[in-house]
């Protein structure tokens, strides 16, 4: 196993974005994670005016699985040099 953490992203322009960043945000209201629902609701407010501005660029996924650690995966970074420094903030 690598040590690379997995990264999946999911794009502004994805149909299914909004209500997946939805119900993420839901998700941390009913754990009580009232700073991380006010970021990903920030993140919503983004997604949501992105769209509106580029509707014509939304579409529905499209793309192939890249596995951790290979190039455009966005996980190159080891796990242990992810997020430096905030490692008090992930509860872990």
Known sequence: MSDV???FVIKAR????????????KLCDDLGLREQSKQVS???AEILEWRSAHPDECKYPDHDH???GSPGSG???PASQDNQGQ???DGE
């Open 42 to 44: 920030r993140a919503l």
């Open 66 to 68: 890249r596995p951790a």
């Open 75 to 77: 996980s190159e970074v």
């Open 87 to 89: 490692e008090a903030n």
């Open 5 to 7: 953490m997995p990264v």
């Open 14 to 25: 994805d149909h299914l974005s909004v209500g997946t960043v939805e119900t993420y945000r």
